[in-house]
């Protein structure tokens, strides 16, 4: 336990310090309130100073209020934080605010004074709710941090405590009822403890963040005048030591295009009072934090979201709850396995059978993504090999290859500095007819910009070796090399850009055109469009 300066009340009266030791700390009771005018600081108990100014003050009051009671409860010693701390000190308030959790959870009581609240009994009144005291950022471990709590009315009058009234402060706080009768905090996800901060607030911008590092076990250096970046600073330290994903709950303040996987603030966790972690038996993902983003090893889902236009294909990131219906959030691709959140989505529920799993691998998400309410050039982010238009009549994209550099939303392949073969199977509609093949376009961008080879995959004669090796299960590292299939399926060297086929005993040439096009809301500068001209002899 960090060094504590304590208050002590000698026989006479007198009010003193007991200057921390490296000894065992003696049983003390601390106080929890809101700071108002004429505080005593610590300065003003220093020997030497003119004690009837000190007694003066309104602040005085509290001081005698605690030592008081302290002595009522059997107990020599109590702390009050507007004068333990020399906040002259900035070593000493530093290691006060990372300390000050545990000072209040290793305390034998609480006092918390309600400056206005009237007298009465605390499950009685309403009143509760409407305390300044509520609405501070740092009264919220004071509250949630000593196993004993007594609450006095604006009189100094008891109103009731932490374990009789426990159902009625949970309603007034919107805290856990399990979390306040145990002080447990390791069933309550992220979210759930940002959430319980959302509606608090602090003078310094700074202190909304540092309030809340106790609730986490995070220690670190403040920095005043950071301003929002201590929140983002907490975030990050609570990654580096939790796998809890629900730390990404939280729904955008603002309407943007895209947003930081991380929150700006707590007000944001407003709504994830119900989202609830996973269980470690069901998942248990590892991530990090480097130059590019957040990195993790996980598996999507693709899902159309009901909130959004029903054509428009998404990706969902599981963050918690029930597996079979998780909470999540929706992210766009902007690169070979390169994320950014939907600034237009808020976290939601999907059902498990109204998505579709992708394979598990290596991805980022942007943590400082652009803030702009249009889409962006996605070349600015990785080079596009090619798009298949999502307005076509006749063909759409239904497997791609390697699955993890091809953006379903979008409908495109994107490049790599390899040289690798990217293959995309179309089910394709003669037009005139019902009748529907399934051709696979073989694509390498650095060797033959613009030129690509097809094949009727129902042609099984012909392709059928090649067919099952090109779909087969593969590792997620696993890449297509034309010298390599050209070693093991020579049959490629008679491929093209067209094919044929009789339908009805009459014979369709189907031919792929790769088009230099700008494409709105993918890209500024032109980039490959696939399309198919097809007709009849």
Not at 28 to 40: D, K, N, R
Not at 424 to 447: C, G, H, K, M, W
Request: charged content about 25%; some cysteine.
């Amino acid at each position: 336990m960090s060094l504590i300066r304590l208050l002590q009340r000698k026989p006479d009266g007198e009010i003193v310090f007991r200057e921390p030791t490296n000894g065992k700390v003696p049983a003390y009771a601390i106080l929890s309130h809101t700071w108002g005018e004429e505080e005593v600081i610590y300065q003003d108990l220093k020997k030497g100073k003119d004690k009837n100014k000190t007694v003066n003050k309104a602040g005085w009051r509290k001081i005698q209020f605690c030592a008081k009671q302290a002595a009522f409860d059997n107990l020599d010693y109590f702390w009050v934080d507007t004068c333990c701390i020399d906040k002259s000190s900035s070593a000493e308030l530093q290691e006060a605010i990372n300390s000050m959790f545990r000072w209040y959870k290793n305390a034998e009581v609480c006092y918390v004074f309600l400056s206005d609240h009237a007298p009465g009994k605390l499950s009685h009144s309403r009143s509760l709710g409407k305390c300044k005291w509520v609405t501070r950022g740092w009264t919220l471990q004071e509250l949630i941090a000593p196993s004993v709590v007594k609450f006095y009315a604006e009189d100094w009058s008891l109103l009731g405590d932490k374990e009789n009234d426990a159902g009625f402060i949970a309603d007034a706080t919107g805290i856990n009822l399990a979390v306040l009768e145990s002080g447990d905090l390791s069933n309550a996800s992220v979210a759930q403890r940002m959430s319980w901060a959302a509606k608090r607030n602090c003078t310094r911008l700074e202190d909304v963040a540092y309030s809340l590092m106790g609730l986490f076990g995070i220690n670190m250096p403040m920095l005043y005048g950071e301003g929002n970046n201590a929140f983002r600073r907490l975030q990050e330290e609570i990654v580096k030591s939790s796998n809890d994903l629900t730390i990404f709950a939280w729904n955008p303040a603002e309407v943007v295009k895209y947003c930081s996987i991380f929150a700006p603030y707590p007000a944001v966790f407003s709504k994830s009072v119900n989202v609830k972690k996973f269980n470690p038996a069901f998942s248990h993902p590892e991530f990090t934090l480097n130059n590019k983003g957040l990195r993790m090893t996980t598996s999507l889902w693709k899902y159309r979201c009901e909130q959004t236009d029903a054509k428009t294909l998404r990706y969902f990131l599981r963050l918690g709850g029930d597996p079979s219906k998780p909470t999540g959030v929706s992210l766009i691709m902007v690169g070979p396995g390169y994320f950014v959140r939907d600034g237009h989505m808020p976290f939601s529920t999907t059902p498990k059978s109204m998505a579709a799993g992708m394979r598990t691998t290596e991805i980022y998400i942007a943590i400082h993504p652009p803030t702009t309410t249009k889409s962006i050039d996605l070349t600015s982010f990785s080079q596009i090999s090619f798009v298949v238009p999502s307005n076509q009549t006749y063909w759409k994209p239904t497997i791609a290859i390697p699955e993890e550099l091809w953006d379903d939303s979008n409908g495109l392949f994107f490049g790599t500095v390899n040289h690798i073969i990217q293959v995309l199977q179309l089910q394709l509609r003669i037009p005139n007819t019902s009748v529907e093949i399934s051709v696979v376009v073989l694509y390498d961008r650095l060797a033959n910009p613009g030129a690509s080879l097809i094949f009727n995959r129902e042609d099984w004669r012909r392709y059928g070796r090649l067919t099952k090796y090109l779909f087969r299960p593969r590792n997620a590292n696993e890449r297509f090399r034309m010298r390599d299939l050209l070693w093991e399926y020579p049959e490629i060297e008679n491929l093209t850009d067209h094919l044929e086929v009789i339908v009805s005993k009459e014979r369709f040439t189907i031919k792929a055109i790769m088009q230099l096009k700008v494409l709105q809301d993918i890209s500024t500068t032109r980039v490959y469009s696939l399309a198919f001209e097809i007709s009849k002899e």
